[in-house]
């Protein structure tokens, strides 16, 4: 759902000339980052069809690593990415992230154009509050990979990069792709993520146990007050 909305935002955005885009942020992420530039190096887990590239190459991005889990999706995301021009390097990688690797873990995928699609059941709530959003009853085995074991084999070392953001949108497993990673996370410079402060997702980590990670291992929310944190969005937090 999240996604769709950012299509949508996307879209309106390529009204407002080149030239004018960077005057109008639609949220503390974009302004945070903007200033930061460049942020060489883009991790991106959950990649869905890259709605982010053009974005990612206006914060000077050398590297963009998109990671997807669901094969049909990572098919288009390929023909998008290798379709795009300019000196940004974008690989595509087809995989399902996770704490631990080698494991064999259900995948279920939802109607529509499969950004909700989880390794997790819906919960009645989502249920209620996106009433077009269902599960389709088909499910996928896939077996895991760690984020650090998919960054070795493309060659990527974070701590070469001068900035760099991890990028997590994973329907509720955001937790267990941090802790895939373990003490790389204080590599990257930003990390921004999906959470919930409502069960999205049967089992699914919640903010507060979200939150509560990432900040131990030395980053701090800076798109939000706590107070003001979504229901069910994006936030980014920064490397102290």
Request: net charge neutral; proline share 3%.
């Given at each position: 759902m ?24 639609s ?6 980052t ?11 887990v959950?990649?869905?069809f890259a709605?982010?590239?053009e974005h ?6 050398k ?8 094969p ?15 000196s940004c ?22 109607n529509?154009d499969?950004?909700?699609s ?16 269902k ?26 990069a001068n ?16 802790k895939?990673?373990?003490h ?26 979200l ?18 944190v ?11």
């Open positions: 999240v996604k769709f909305l950012k299509g949508v935002e996307h879209s309106i955005k390529k009204i407002i000339p080149n030239n004018m885009r960077k005057y109008v942020r949220s503390r992420y974009e302004l945070v903007y200033k930061s530039r460049p942020i060489e190096l883009i991790v991106h959950g990649a869905h709605e982010d590239a990612y190459e206006g914060l000077g991005a590297t963009v690593l998109w990671i997807e889990a669901d049909d999706t990572h098919a288009k995301l390929t023909e998008i990415v290798n379709a795009r021009k300019g390097r974008h690989i595509a990688h087809l995989g399902l992230v996770s704490q631990n690797p080698g494991e064999v873990l259900e995948f279920h995928r939802f529509g499969g950004s909700s989880s390794v997790y059941h819906a919960t009645e709530q989502q249920k209620q509050r996106f009433e077009k959003v599960e389709t009853g088909e499910v996928l085995k896939l077996t895991t990979q760690t984020l650090d074991q998919i960054l070795s084999q493309h060659g990527i070392d974070v701590a070469q900035t760099s953001m991890l990028v997590v949108d994973v329907q509720g497993h955001e937790l267990s792709v941090m895939g990673v373990g790389g996370l204080a590599a990257f410079s930003f990390c921004k993520t999906e959470v919930s402060r409502v069960p999205m997702y049967v089992d699914a980590v919640l903010f507060p146990e939150d509560s990670y990432i900040c131990g291992h030395g980053f701090q929310l800076v798109s939000h007050l706590y107070w003001r979504p229901k069910h969005g994006d936030v980014l937090y920064q490397r102290n």
